[in-house]
């Protein structure tokens, strides 16, 4: 466990604990205020992130920022983004369960020293794995559930929403109840 976010990040940049690091350009350990309230999950790197070594940075990803600077959130302001792995899978296939595993310690030690209020997990497999392993998306996103304290809640992931624009609306309105949650519970952004 480390007690300092640098630290953490240096470490994780080093890892080898499971195969992704082989195929690796970059660890992409985060992006954002690392004293933010509110925290952003993905999924994994896509070959962008690999190459560029930050979250979200192709279209999906100006596709997030359009939604969160609708909200008044900005990854450089008041935000932090992550991914359930910091390594690119070849070929952006779903990440296997032992990737996971051997990745979480990274993300639950971050969160661990953020101690976001809020956390929202974009897309099915980090909403999966940090809500609950039968979270539907469909179902279920713009709900918010309280885990030990922390406020939890799931969206559409933007490839998702690339590749079906009628789940824009959807999208819209989670973010809607995302910022009147943050005004609710006087959360500085
Ligand atoms: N998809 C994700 O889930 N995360 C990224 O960083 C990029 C694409």
């Excluded at 935000?79 to 979480?104: S, T």
């Excluded at 997990?121 to 996103?141: M, N, W, Y």
């Amino acid at each position: 466990m480390f007690t300092d976010i640098s630290e953490l990040k240096q470490a994780c940049t080093a890892c080898a604990k499971c195969e992704l690091c082989q195929t690796r350009h970059n660890v992409v350990f985060g992006v954002g205020k690392e004293d933010a309230e509110i925290l952003f999950v993905g999924e994994a790197p896509g070959e962008n992130e690999d190459l560029q070594g930050e979250p979200f940075v192709g279209r999906g990803g100006q596709l997030l920022d359009l939604y969160l600077n609708g909200i008044g959130l900005d990854r450089k302001e008041n935000i932090y983004i992550a991914n359930m792995l910091k390594c690119r899978p070849p070929h952006n296939r779903d990440p296997k369960p032992e990737e996971m595993d051997a990745c979480l310690p990274w993300l639950r030690n971050l969160v661990y020293l953020m101690r976001p209020k809020i956390i929202v997990c974009v897309g099915r497999i980090s909403a999966q794995r940090l809500i609950s392993p039968d979270f539907k998306v469909t179902k279920e996103h713009g709900m918010f559930f309280d885990k030990n304290g922390t406020l939890m809640m799931g969206t559409y992931h933007p490839a998702a929403l690339l590749r079906n624009p009628n789940l824009k609306g959807a999208c819209l309105e989670d973010f809607l109840k995302l910022q009147d949650k943050i005004r609710e519970m006087g959360i500085e952004v």
